[in-house]
């Protein structure tokens, strides 16, 4: 059974930073890439960041780019989200996401084989 549990969220001030984490189990890690999604409520999952399998390639949304940064530890199972200089619209739940091998469409909730059940991120102003 694949569990992916997301941890570290929680409610900061602007400018504050967060580290999320997103242990993976059930599942060979080292061949899932991985993705980071957000939903606010009231709007539709929207793309965060994606990491390869390898953590050579990484992709992320303009609105976070120089800010958030993910990363992988495989021999952890675990990905990562660093994020900085969080501002209130970066206020929602953030989910991981784990795809069997590669895609091209990162940024597709559709193409993850598998979801975590997210973890609260609210920045107050």
């Known amino acids: 059974q694949v569990q992916l549990v997301e941890s570290g969220g929680g409610l900061v001030q602007v400018g504050d930073s967060l580290r999320l984490s997103c242990p993976a189990s059930?599942?060979?890690?080292?061949?899932?890439?991985m993705g980071w999604f957000r939903q606010a409520p009231g709007k539709e999952r929207e793309f965060v960041a994606y990491?390869?399998?390898?953590?050579?390639?990484?992709t992320y949304k303009d609105s976070v780019k120089g800010r958030f940064t993910i990363s992988r530890d495989n021999a952890k199972n675990t990905v990562y989200l660093q994020m900085n200089i969080l501002k209130p619209e970066d206020t929602a739940v953030y989910l991981c996401?784990?795809?069997?091998?590669?895609?091209?469409?990162?940024?597709?909730?559709?193409?993850?084989?598998?979801w975590g059940q997210g973890t609260q991120v609210t920045v107050s102003s």
């Open positions: 996401a784990a795809r069997k091998g590669t895609t091209i469409d990162v940024a597709s909730p559709h193409v993850y084989d598998y």
């Open positions: 059930g599942l060979t890690f080292g061949t899932f890439s």
């Open positions: 990491i390869s399998r390898d953590g050579g390639t990484t």
